[in-house]
């Protein structure tokens, strides 16, 4: 059974950090990308950051320079390291994991900056 478990949101201010954790269950971890996304309300959900496999990273431009997407294979867990936050940052982030078997996401974690 696959399972993604994001955490590490909460409440903060601008300009604050936070360290968002994904840790997944019953998959390869390695061998495919993962990705960050985030819907606010009312809004779409949106890429945030991706992974590859091979550690290469991409980020949308909104977050570029603040936010940072690692992994670690052994822990089987992803990160999302959010710098200089800032209100519309605030969203509900989740965690994917595509292969050939399927399209996870874990249930999402709130992250809230206050200006």
């Known amino acids: 059974q696959v399972q993604l478990v994001e955490s590490g949101g909460g409440l903060v201010q601008a300009g604050d950090s936070l360290s968002l954790s994904c840790a997944a269950s019953?998959?390869?971890?390695?061998?495919?990308?993962i990705g960050w996304y985030r819907q606010a309300p009312g809004k779409q959900r949106e890429l945030v950051a991706t992974?590859?496999?091979?550690?290469?990273?991409n980020y949308a431009d909104s977050v570029k320079g603040r936010f940072t997407i690692s992994r670690d294979n052994a822990k089987n867990t992803a990160y999302l390291q959010m710098n200089s936050l800032k209100p519309e940052d605030t969203a509900v982030y989740y965690c994917?994991?595509?292969?050939?078997?399927?399209?996870?996401w874990g249930q999402g974690t709130q992250v809230t900056v206050s200006s």
């Open positions: 994917n994991y595509s292969s050939l078997y399927g399209n996870y």
């Open positions: 992974i590859t496999s091979g550690f290469s990273t």
């Open positions: 019953g998959i390869i971890f390695s061998a495919n990308a």
